[in-house]
């Protein structure tokens, strides 16, 4: 009798004005998601089109003279690239998981109201975001006084701990409601216990959110990489790709003056080539984060 009842209400509420307003709605959304898939599109597209036909024609959403010689430029020693995947997904994993159990155990600190020096400790990170000591300073404390030349953790603690990320997880840790951790203070459990067994999961919004972040800034990365890194086995990858690009220009210079034509060395198709390799895994894992991504935002923003 009430399945009945919904049914009716239901199709009493899809009234015409309802149906042309849905239909609107889904073309106008439709449209507007093709119009941002279609540089990605173009990308992709670009990355398969000969060079003479990009520096002629520009670029287009179909290839334009079909070739991989960009994607073969790239992988003639696929060895390297594959390693260089390694050491980037290893440094993102690692310094993503690292970096949310800091950012989210010192949002739970200091947004604790009876803890007695919070005010004093979240001065300490507020003020390192109006000054800082610079980048000769910070490279002569990791390679001196850390002796991390060459090493991973030179890739990593760069990244670890960023102020902004630190504020967004208190206004989420602000929302766990109060009762709950004074529960469990009454049955016996310690701080680090309420923290792991109680705060931390029912963070997933705000560790989706602040996570995302962080994974795309430990896997954009190549600036500390040509500060610090010296092996070329510990190359991650966007810094072995900015790498090949740098010689495949210089290539292409000294072709001009020798007189090799540069339609023959591929420059735009290998920028594009590049950026579809290096952007390829994080759209993969999107999808399975965009739901507590999105709603992370929300709770973020909107204080209830």
């Not at 960009?70 to 993503?96: C, K, L, Q, W």
């Not at 102020?163 to 602000?174: A, T």
Request: aromatic share 16%; net charge positive.
């Amino acid at each position: 009798m009430a399945e009945a009842t919904v049914a009716r209400s239901n199709k009493i509420k899809l009234t015409p004005s309802r149906i042309v307003f849905n239909i609107i709605s889904y073309v106008f959304i439709g449209l507007l998601a093709l119009v941002c898939l279609l540089p990605f599109i173009m990308l992709v597209s670009g990355s398969f089109s000969s060079e003479a036909a990009i520096r002629f024609n520009g670029y287009s959403i179909f290839p334009q003279e079909f070739t991989t010689e960009a994607y073969e430029f790239i992988f003639r020693n696929p060895e390297s690239i594959f390693r260089a995947y390694g050491v980037t997904i290893f440094i993102t994993a690692v310094g993503t998981a690292i970096g949310l159990f800091l950012t989210t155990m010192t949002a739970y600190v200091i947004s604790r109201k009876d803890f007695k020096y919070r005010n004093k400790i979240s001065f300490f990170f507020y003020f390192t975001t109006l000054f800082n000591g610079g980048m000769i300073s910070t490279y002569i404390f990791y390679i001196q006084y850390l002796h991390l030349k060459d090493s991973y953790f030179a890739l990593i603690l760069p990244g670890l701990f960023n102020v902004f990320y630190l504020l967004i997880m208190r206004s989420f840790v602000n929302n766990v409601p109060p009762a709950l951790i004074e529960s469990a203070k009454i049955d016996g459990a310690g701080e680090f216990r309420i923290f792991i067994q109680i705060v931390f999961p029912l963070l997933k919004s705000g560790l989706a959110t602040i996570g995302l972040f962080k994974a795309l800034g430990y896997w954009n990365d190549w600036y500390n990489a040509m500060l610090y890194m010296n092996t070329e086995a510990k190359f991650p990858l966007q810094y072995m790709l900015y790498n090949m690009l740098q010689k495949a220009q210089a290539l292409a210079a000294i072709a001009s003056q020798v007189g090799i034509k540069a339609e023959d060395l591929p420059s735009n198709s290998l920028k594009l080539c590049m950026a579809v390799i290096a952007t390829g895994p994080i759209i993969l894992l999107y999808p399975f984060v965009q739901k507590y991504f999105v709603k992370g935002v929300t709770i973020g923003s909107v204080k209830g």
